[in-house]
């Protein structure tokens, strides 16, 4: 027993002296107090959209979803059904006016159902809803209600991998809060049962360019960039994740031929484009947008 003890012993001090030393190496670079610099935001690229087709619809005041064979304008409490080649109506709900269903503002199209936000915008307190359609009939089939939130109003959500994407408004005129202006607007991440497990603040300069509203719509696009349009200009910013802090990054500006609001990436494969509003004439756009160039230093996709 004693003789086993120390061969024990003596192979584990053999293993010791035996062994290869962990190799590591530093940036021995270190940078004076002095010549730390202030952060500049990196340059915004400018880019122009093409307009593809247009269709009348007198529903398209707050966005517009899309699939494969049909576009769903959205008004409030109404929800068209177009056909994509012909553009002739085939459905149509509707709900009474500042009801139970108040404010669908943007909506997407996914496994033969409607997703759409809802709020209860223009009062306070702000609350705000998921509501759910079959995109066949156009029946309500589904809720999920938010309550009350301290994000604020929300204005349009997208899938990703473990949850849910979705972007909050605040305002600085109507339907806001007197404490919380259109700088309060965010972007919260959700898991699956929408319990909060992230956000970001949007970056100054493009928030500004949104004021004194907020993001209508938004949209990750399929380079993994999140798409926003806001509520009155006719451009499209493009925000990047921010690979440390609270605040995403303004990587793009696109100009299109919308009034903002609420839009939908195309389901067709291999494409870039989106389905857009120009509501003050009642149309649906089909816009195709340029490839984004380089990320910046510290953006990546989200």
């Keep these: 027993m004693h003789r086993l003890i120390v061969l024990i012993a003596a192979f584990g001090v053999a293993a010791c002296t035996t062994s290869t030393p962990i190799q590591q190496t530093f940036d021995t670079t270190i940078t004076e107090l002095e010549d730390i610099t202030t952060y500049t935001p990196p340059p915004v690229q400018q880019f122009v959209a093409t307009t593809l087709r247009e269709y009348v619809a007198p529903e398209a005041d707050q966005g517009v979803a899309v699939d494969a064979d049909f576009f769903y304008p959205i008004d409030n409490t109404v929800i068209g059904k177009y056909r994509r080649d012909t553009g002739q109506i085939v459905a149509r709900f509707t709900a009474p006016h500042k009801g139970l269903i108040r404010h669908m503002n943007s909506c997407y199209a996914r496994y033969q159902k409607i997703w759409c936000a809802n709020s209860n915008y223009s009062q306070t307190p702000m609350g705000s809803s998921i509501e759910i359609f ?21 204005t349009w959500f997208d899938e990703i991998e473990d949850g849910y994407i979705a972007g909050f408004a605040h305002y600085s005129k109507n339907g806001g809060l007197a404490h919380k202006g259109y700088e309060y607007s965010s972007v919260v991440t959700f898991d699956k049962k929408w319990r909060r497990t992230g956000g970001w603040m949007f970056p100054k300069n493009a928030s500004d360019l949104m004021a004194p509203y907020a993001a209508s719509g938004g949209a990750l696009g399929p380079d993994g960039l999140l798409y926003i349009l806001g509520h009155d200009k006719p451009e499209m910013y493009v925000l990047a994740m921010p690979t440390m802090g609270p605040t995403m990054i303004h990587v793009a500006t696109i100009q299109l031929k919308s009034e903002a609001q609420a839009f939908s990436f195309s389901p067709d494969k291999n494409t870039r484009k989106i389905w857009a509003i120009e509501r003050h004439k009642g149309m649906v756009r089909e816009i195709e947008i340029p490839q984004i160039g380089a990320l910046p230093e510290h953006a990546r996709k989200f």
């Excluded at 009939?137 to 109003?153: A, F, N």
Aim: net charge negative; charged share 25%.
């Design 134 to 154: 079959d995109a066949t009939t156009l029946k309500h089939i589904q809720t999920h209600s938010l309550g009350m939130r301290d994000e604020g109003s929300l």
